[in-house]
């Protein structure tokens, strides 16, 4: 079997996110791309207006103009609405136990709109429904927890179902308690919405936009997580016949400038889907992503307040944008006196994905949310390449931030402020690798920096600030996860980890951080309301920091960042000192390597590619010492960073093709195995073709150097390749993070000979992985694990799922 190793992925992968967000909102100037309802541009003579007025209509009257208005929204119910249709509702209007449940579509030229009418001054029309507008929801399959609901009946304010192109704007909108002494912790309360929206029988539906709503007391269920439950919700069912009518799916939702308060249990919700078992692994390919998922996603400037559970969720999207947002009192009724029923479900956080692919979450706000299992600001759930940038969190009782669980992979939390959130800054239960880079942690009196729940999750944190402002603190910096620090910044404790050689200690010299705002008006603060966060001259954090590839380029301010970043959310207009060598956002790095570099690659493309100071020189050269200023790249070139006197030289790591051996007729040899099991046991579990086994090192732990395996592949063949593949399930105990390669002829104590490789670190993660090197002939191969990850403190572990050997192939 040939398989192309695909070098740099990580970093290739940040670029095309960077470009992405780029693409979708500009840096700090963000445009729509999709015309609001007041801005279309409907042609006179298409589509036919309806008013409707509580204060002067009459249903007996044709509906068509102010004057002979319609007095219930319930008559558009027996319409099918038409392209270019507006239905339009008098402000100072109310519809009492009345309900708008839309039936056809308009187009990408004539949209429907659904909007306002009358004296601009009078309030906002309001329609509500009062537990009325009584539909029956059917996923049509078990959801991915079987305790979840996934049918029964729903009442919902405005129902579109099926629908598409409908732009929905200025309305107020309730669903409130009718039913005399309804319980409202009854486990089999009726399910309520606002605005619910279902995909089912028409494949993908397009362009829904709901503008400036005001959502308020639509009074669900507060345990029915994925029902059309809450203040906005949208789901995708499963078809009747998706043969004839396709995936039911959304592409292009815009939910912009809402205000959606006291709602259970969701504020906003996009959108959970039946095909949910199409995302099962952790690390989701962008085709399935695009197919089954939502696609062209932006939630923008939303005001959530005092909803039951969690405030905005994006479900199964594909680079879904959630930007100037403002969550303020989420999770208010997921406690032990509301929700008694069942203890199942009894979590929520604010502002997170859920199953998405590149979600960007970026300038919102959010204050205080609940205590509950959860209780964070923010919560990397179980998704694909989250990022958290220039968000603010303040007060949240369960922490800032949560990486939560194996499946919550390739996540970035950078450029945030965590101003006095409680219980734990991070929260990181048993999570792959999350970076964690250039954010201010300012931590309230008595608060340990990771939440003492944690266990077994790996994160990398990178020139942040972690300010204690109570009393000098003696602190856990691991709580029982694999963190590893370097060029932070530590203000008020007793002592620093160990880890990081290039601490910085002392006051970072804020401007006035305790000037940060501690409450909201429902609109994200100007940046100068942050201004406190920002460094005085002489700050020990300025030009202290590390340059970390795939950065924005920018900080919470919109300052540019150089290639000596400072450390903190802040970038002085300092100038950098001189750094040498290079960097790049497309390629990996390290201290000798440029890894990554496609086949075929040209010089210009190299060092077009490639980030260094401007006194730098930069020069590709041939294996006899000639400069190399055009073509295709060899791997027998190096690339030299020249300043003044000094010269750093890099290889370059060509993507190559590689062959993988059969492992039939290998055996395996280890340091250290659990003995006495079938799934978690000696080396031969990493050679025989099933991932839901592994070799494991002793489960009472192991020495360090018993971490390793040896492959005898029964004869001398031509090696250049390892492949690690992880454990996947379980947990994390014994991924390997850092290693060395060995080769023998014979086996033997001594024999062995360490081979160079590209590189010598992986990812905490489950994703595959390779060593590459020079070819070698060779017999043995030994993998040493020098870092490796425990969930259990004081213990050390090795594993692997399966490990294969493979050559070159010109």
Known sequence: MTKTRKGGKTMKRLLVMLLSISMISGLFTFGLGNASADEVDTTADVGTTYYISSLNGDNNADGTSPDTAWESVMKINDITLQPGDKVLLERGSVFNYQYLHIKGSGSAENPIIIGTYGDEAAAKPVIDAKGQGIWYQDYGITLDNAQHVNKGYVSSTILLYDVEYIEISGLEIVNNVSFENEDYSLREKMNRTGVAVVAQNAGTIDHIVLDDLYIHDVKGNVYDKH??????????????????????????????????????????????????????????????????????????????????????????????????????????????????????????????????????????????????GDGQAWDADWGDGAIYQYNYSHNNEGGCVMICGVQAVNTIFRYNISYKDLIGALDLPGNPRADFYNNVFYMAEGVPFIRE??????????????????????????????VTYDHNLYYNYNEIPADDENAVTGDPMFVNAESAPTSTTGVVHDRTAFDGFKLQDGSPAINAGVYVSGSTGYDFFGNKVGLVPDIGVYESSVEDTMVEGVFSNVYEVTDTWINGIAKGTTVETLLSNLIYDERTTVKVYNEDGTEVTEGVLTDTMVLKATYNDSVKEYKLGIEKVYTEYSPEGMTATVGSYQPN??????????????????????????????????????????????????????????????????VSDTGEDGSWTKVETRSNTWAGDSTVKYAEFDTVNTRFVKLVATESLSQNAGLIFASAAEIRLGYEVE
């Not at 959108?271 to 062209?296: M, S, V, W």
């Not at 300010?467 to 856990?476: L, V």
């Not at 690690?724 to 993070?737: E, F, K, L, M, Q």
Request: with cysteine; hydrophobic share 35%; net charge negative.
């Open 227 to 372: 029902m059309n439950n809450g203040g906005i919700y949208f789901t995708a069912f499963m078809p009747e016949n998706e043969a004839e009518t396709g995936i039911a799916k959304y592409d292009d939702v815009i939910i912009k400038n809402c205000t959606v308060e006291n709602v259970s249990r969701w504020g906003i919700a996009l959108a959970y889907t039946a095909y949910h078992a199409q995302f099962n692994a952790a690390e989701i390919p962008d085709d399935i992503c695009q197919k089954y998922g939502a696609t062209n996603v932006i939630i923008r400037n939303n005001y959530i307040k005092d909803v039951g559970g969690d405030s905005i969720t994006t479900m199964y999207c594909f680079r879904p944008v959630v930007e100037y947002n403002v969550s303020d009192g989420a999770a208010k009724e997921i406690n032990e006196e509301i929700y008694n029923a069942t203890s199942f479900g009894r979590v929520a956080a604010a502002v997170w994905p859920w199953k998405c692919k590149d979600a960007v979450f970026q300038y919102n706000e959010v204050f205080d949310t609940h205590y509950n």
């Open 453 to 482: 729940r944690s266990s077994g999750g790996v994160a990398v944190l990178t020139n942040n600030i972690i300010y204690n402002a109570g009393e000098t603190k003696t602190e856990d910096w691991s709580n029982n996860c694999t």
């Open 677 to 742: 099991n079938t799934t978690e046991g000696g080396g031969n579990l990493a050679l025989d073709n099933n991932l839901s086994t592994m070799w494991h090192t002793n489960w009472n732990g192991c020495a360090e150097d018993e971490r390793w395996i040896a492959i005898d592949m029964g004869t001398n063949q031509d090696v250049a390749m390892l492949k690690y593949v992880p454990r996947s399930a379980g947990g994390t105990n014994g991924i390997i993070t850092e290693y060395e390669i060995y």
